[in-house]
């Protein structure tokens, strides 16, 4: 009933918007080339012409697409009918507050995994303003789906200190039950989806979610709008998921928003190893989408672009957009590389010196007199206060009980999970001295 419904639906609007073109396309292409005419309509190229120049296109003569900026390095904005208006000076200073908080946070949680305390982080340096900038410009309705180095986009949605924590202590608190890697977030509220490893999985996964959303929409026009914001590295491009899932969503005309952080680096492998063609944003115009290239140290840049996406993501019952947000990845990747192995720390220390979405922010503050040194420092010790009050809180409190290691596959344990459950049994009451029992939540109990 439900799946007949949905098909009417998706029929009923495949009607109303793109297919009522492209059938129309289609009847007239089977009318043959017309006697005479200048265009050709082949059926995979319905609006080009005729010519007898030969020439190829060459990626290489054209223009590099430009980068959308609203504020300069010295927090100045370049064109003031950009002046920030739609948001106040407090909204501002959250977002400003947040980006600090992740950047802290970053600090304290590598050094922690360099002492042991933690086995594995990743740090988001440089590219706070792409994911508090961006996140700024969504609603709570919006879904969203990210990679890994989007502390931003959670913090900016009201994840909290202790749900950070917990999950990076891997503690019973953790909503995935201590079954990831530190860093794959994930909460049902604010509607993020967890974090995987295996890179671009998310994105087609985000189409997907788009056109459910689209498929939501028709049948409930009451419902409010929404659309899918989907975050990846440039290096996850390169990734079949990547290219499936931006041609899908421009043939099904998706409500999405795609988030591409070019950050120069897949690990060890710069962006001139990664491809020719000019960035990610050129496959977006390649798949038919609407593309803008911003420059991610600017957050406001970042704010006004994914606000002027989602816009276009919702029109005409919905579309695809790509953002490809530029910035530099300042960091090491995680904790388990030394970049300074394949790249000169001078090139790092220059970019760390050249630009920053923090410090550009935080010149624009100062320059309308929301900020100066006093407010800087004392944010600065707060913030690392309830950092590790969590920190210190998170790192104490148990790990999820011994079951969790079987729940949440089905509904209720298999046999097989049942006589596997036993096994394990068994074998620590054999061996209770050879694991820490009790710093699970309820001991061997708890199994
Ligand atoms: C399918 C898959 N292949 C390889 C990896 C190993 N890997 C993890 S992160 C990464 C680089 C990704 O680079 P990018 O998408 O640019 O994100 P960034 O780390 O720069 O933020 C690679 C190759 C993986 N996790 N999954
Ligand atoms: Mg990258």
């Given at each position: 009933m439900a799946s007949s419904l949905a098909g009417r639906c998706i029929a009923r609007s495949a009607r109303r918007h793109s297919s009522v073109k492209v059938s129309n396309v289609r009847w007239s292409s089977s009318i043959s080339q017309r006697p005479g005419s200048d265009h050709v309509r082949f059926p995979g190229a319905v609006n080009n012409k005729f010519t007898s120049d030969m020439s190829f296109s060459r990626p290489s003569t054209l223009p590099a697409m430009a980068t959308y900026r609203v504020m300069d390095s010295d927090g100045?904005?370049?064109?003031?009918?950009?002046?920030?208006?739609?948001?106040?000076n407090e909204e501002i200073l959250t977002w400003y507050k947040n980006m600090l908080t992740v950047n802290i946070m970053d600090i304290i949680m590598f050094e922690a995994q360099r002492q042991g305390r933690l086995s594995f982080y990743m740090v988001s340096a440089g590219e706070e303003g792409i994911a508090v900038g961006s996140a700024?410009?969504?609603?709570?309705?919006d879904v969203i789906y990210c990679q890994y180095r989007e502390a931003g986009v959670f913090q900016q949605r009201g994840f909290t200190l202790k749900q950070f924590m917990s999950q990076l202590f891997s503690n019973k608190n953790d909503s995935g039950h201590g079954?990831?890697?530190?860093?794959h977030y994930g909460l049902q509220h604010p509607r993020i989806f967890t974090i995987s490893s295996?890179?671009?999985?998310?994105i087609p996964q985000a189409t997907g979610s788009a056109y459910a959303l689209k498929v939501q929409a028709l049948q409930n026009p009451n419902h409010p709008s929404r659309v899918v914001a989907c975050y990846f590295g440039e290096g996850a491009a390169s990734e079949g998921d990547f290219h499936a899932a931006l041609n899908m969503a421009a043939t099904r005309s998706c409500p999405i928003v795609f988030v591409c952080r070019?950050?120069?680096?897949?690990i060890s492998t710069p962006t001139l190893e990664q491809y020719r063609g000019d960035g990610i944003a050129s496959r977006g115009v390649g798949y038919g989408i609407d593309t803008i290239r911003v420059d991610g140290n600017d957050i406001f840049a970042m704010r006004e672009a994914t606000k002027e996406a989602r816009r276009m993501a919702l029109k005409d019952g919905g579309r695809p957009v790509l953002i490809e947000a530029m910035s530099y990845r300042?960091?090491?990747?995680?904790?388990?590389?030394?970049s300074f192995a394949y790249r000169a720390r001078v090139e790092v220390e220059d970019w760390k010196r050249r630009d920053n979405p923090i410090i550009r922010l935080r010149k624009w503050l100062e320059n309308k007199g929301l900020w100066n040194e006093e407010l800087e420092q004392q944010t600065r010790k707060d913030l690392r206060a309830d950092i590790l009050k969590e920190f210190n809180a998170a790192e104490r409190e148990k790990k999820p009980a011994l079951k969790e290691m079987f729940t949440d596959v089905y509904e209720t344990l298999t046999e097989e999970q049942e006589a596997q459950r036993e096994e394990l049994r068994k074998h620590l009451q054999k061996y209770p001295e050879e694991y820490n029992l009790n710093s699970h939540d309820g001991g061997i109990k708890g199994l």
């Open positions: 100045v904005i370049v064109d003031k009918a950009h002046e920030p208006t739609d948001v106040s700024s410009a969504l609603t709570e309705h079954r990831n890697m530190p860093v295996p890179l671009a999985t998310q070019n950050n120069g680096f897949a300042v960091s090491h990747h995680s904790t388990s590389d030394d």
